[in-house]
């Protein structure tokens, strides 16, 4: 039984080795389409699993970028400051990310 247990907890955490990422800030001009698409990509998806959510980069999709970023939503920002805060939270912190779990931590 300690075998089998053992053998669990490996597959498990090679699993976890596997789905989880530390992505590096993008290199692209924070709100380009290529920034916009890096975030979705590599940091959060901000829709539900389904192809279902906000459009990429509209101001819906920023509100929920920048909450799970840990900023306060700016609604009443433009768009390219609001860019440019989250690129500066990404620049400012390193991010481990599953988004298979769907969880993420940031220091």
Known sequence: MK??????IVIVLGWLVITTSMPRPPHARPCTNE???YIDRNYFDVSDGHGHGPD???S???????????????ERV??????????????????????????????
């Open 60 to 74: 819906e999709w920023l509100g929920s970028v920048e909450e799970m970023a840990g900023l306060p939503v700016k």
């Open 56 to 58: 990429l980069g509209s």
């Open 3 to 8: 075998i089998l247990a053992g053998f669990f």
């Open 78 to 107: 433009p768009n390219e400051q609001r860019c440019q805060l989250i690129q500066s939270q990404f620049e400012r912190h390193t991010y481990i990310i599953n988004q298979q779990l769907s969880w993420f931590i940031s220091f």
């Open 35 to 37: 920034w916009l698409s």
